[in-house]
Nanobody
Framework: QVQLVESGGGLVQAGGSLRLSCAASGRTFSRSAMGWFRQAPGKEREFVAA????????PYSDSVKGRFTISRDNAKNTVYLQMNSLKLEDTAVYYC?????????????????WGQGTQVTVSS
């Protein structure tokens, strides 16, 4: 069984930065794709960024490209999301997800395990 625990969320002013972390338990992390998704109030959950098991592929949504960076440390079983130049519209609950059957994907249905989420609030 895999457990994912996100951390690093909080309140930040527009233009600021935050780094989210997602720590995974279990032995599958280093061979699994990881993704970050977010859900804003009243909206459906949407893809943010993903990374393949070896870091060789890192797709981003158009809304965060150039501002967010996903990375991973397989020795620490942790994936990160560095978020810079934050905007009001980045306010959401951010979830990390782990996929054992994929190289990398932007589709949430292909991920097998999910964290509980961490709140990111961007204020003006």
């Amino acid at each position: 069984q895999v457990q994912l625990v996100e951390s690093g969320g909080g309140l930040v002013q527009a233009g600021g930065s935050l780094r989210l972390s997602c720590a995974a338990s279990g032995r599958t992390f280093s061979r699994s794709a990881m993704g970050w998704f977010r859900q804003a109030p009243g909206k459906e959950r949407e893809f943010v960024a993903a990374i393949s098991w070896n870091g060789g592929s890192t797709p981003y949504s158009d809304s965060v490209k150039g501002r967010f960076t996903i990375s991973r440390d397989n020795a620490k079983n942790t994936v990160y999301l560095q978020m810079n130049s934050l905007k009001l519209e980045d306010t959401a609950v951010y979830y990390c997800a782990l996929g054992t059957r994929i190289y990398v994907s932007i589709m949430e249905g292909l991920y097998d395990y999910w964290g509980q989420g961490t709140q990111v609030t961007v204020s003006s």
